[in-house]
Nanobody, 122 residues
Framework: QVQLVESGGGLVQAGGSLRLSCAAS????????MGWFRQAPGKEREFVAA????????DYGDSVKGRFTISRDNAKNTVYLQMNSLKSEDTAVYYCAAGSRGVTGRSGYDYWGQGTQVTVSS
């Protein structure tokens, strides 16, 4: 099993930046795709970004392309989400996930963190 804990969320003004971290324990994340999803109040959980086991493949949701960057440090068992040029529409709870299938679908992920709140003021 993998336990995931997100951190780095908070309140930021539109146009600002935040860096989220996801610390994993239980197993090395090197054997998993890692992904970020987000869920705004009253909305479905949506795909944000994903990275393959060795970092060779990246995928982003259309709404964050060019603004967000996912990265991983397998030695530290940590995945990151750098969020730049934040908009009020980015306000959501952000969840880290790990899975053997990965990519963009929720079904590709087996383990989920509890989420961290990101609030962007306009």
């Amino acid at each position: 099993q993998v336990q995931l804990v997100e951190s780095g969320g908070g309140l930021v003004q539109a146009g600002g930046s935040l860096r989220l971290s996801c610390a994993a324990s239980g197993r090395t994340i090197s054997r998993y795709w890692m992904g970020w999803f987000r869920q705004a109040p009253g909305k479905e959980r949506e795909f944000v970004a994903a990275i393959s086991m060795n970092g060779g493949s990246l995928d982003y949701g259309d709404s964050v392309k060019g603004r967000f960057t996912i990265s991983r440090d397998n030695a530290k068992n940590t995945v990151y989400l750098q969020m730049n040029s934040l908009k009020s529409e980015d306000t959501a709870v952000y969840y880290c996930a790990a899975g053997s299938r990965g990519v963009t679908g929720r079904s590709g992920y087996d383990y989920w963190g509890q989420g961290t709140q990101v609030t962007v003021s306009s």
